[in-house]
């Protein structure tokens, strides 16, 4: 092989060699950018659905902690984390005031003063804000189990039987953990459990975050 065709042949592969690298570096940009583009659209998705339409706070500040810690690309991350924090300041402020109603209900006496069912209403309304439960499809059976158990305690309340309803809302505990108040209430019903039936009913009115309002009318007219 002549001098010629070795410097030939050095060029070819050169050549060909370069080739290859640019085009792997264009292909990785496209590729690179069609993933940009489908990370955009899986949050153009879940940012309308999940948060922008949410009126929960609960659920929008776990979305929001979700992509904060999850999200790939640091331009996208950092927004996030502001979000996150500035929903988190809002969600303690909310609980800070459930709590300080929490603590002027255990102090009405008169359940049924427009002043008591006022507080009830009003940290209804602070729970579902604070309410970060996303319902998921198989978590719907779950949430009708968990409410036949309830109801099955309240009704065993109701009706004296204070042994089975500590039984049924330890299955509701157990079926969905911390739904609504059942939590509370297993252990209310544990540490009054030799109280007469209509200080542990009115007891209860408590605990009635979302429950039925039959249920509520009858806890009411013992």
Not at 14 to 39: A, K, M
Not at 183 to 199: G, R
Request: hydrophobic share 35%.
């Amino acid at each position: 092989m002549t001098t010629k065709d070795k410097i030939d042949l050095v060029k070819w592969f050169l050549g060909s060699f370069v080739i290859v690298i640019i085009t792997t570096i264009i292909s990785y940009q496209f590729q690179d950018r069609e993933h940009g583009l489908n990370e955009m659209n899986q949050y153009d998705k879940y940012v309308t659905e999940l948060i922008v339409l949410n009126k929960d706070l609960g659920k929008r500040r776990l979305l929001a902690q979700y992509f904060a810690y999850v999200t790939p690309s640091d331009k996208l991350r950092d927004p996030w984390m502001d979000y996150y924090l500035l929903l988190d300041k809002e969600y303690k402020q909310l609980q800070i005031q459930d709590s300080l109603i929490t603590i002027q209900l255990s102090r009405s006496s008169d359940t049924t003063s427009d002043n008591h069912l006022n507080l009830l209403e009003k940290q209804e309304k602070i729970k579902q804000k604070l309410n970060d439960d996303l319902v998921m499809p198989n978590s719907i059976n779950k949430s009708d189990e968990a409410a036949k158990y309830e109801r099955l305690g309240f009704e065993s309340v109701i009706n004296g039987d204070n042994k089975s309803a500590i039984s049924y809302f330890e299955k509701c505990e157990s079926v969905y953990p911390s739904y609504h108040s059942s939590y509370e209430i297993i252990k209310y019903l544990k540490e009054n459990i030799n109280s007469d039936k209509k200080t542990i009913c009115k007891g209860l009115l408590k605990y009635t975050w979302k429950v039925p309002k039959d249920i509520i009318e009858k806890l009411n007219n013992i």
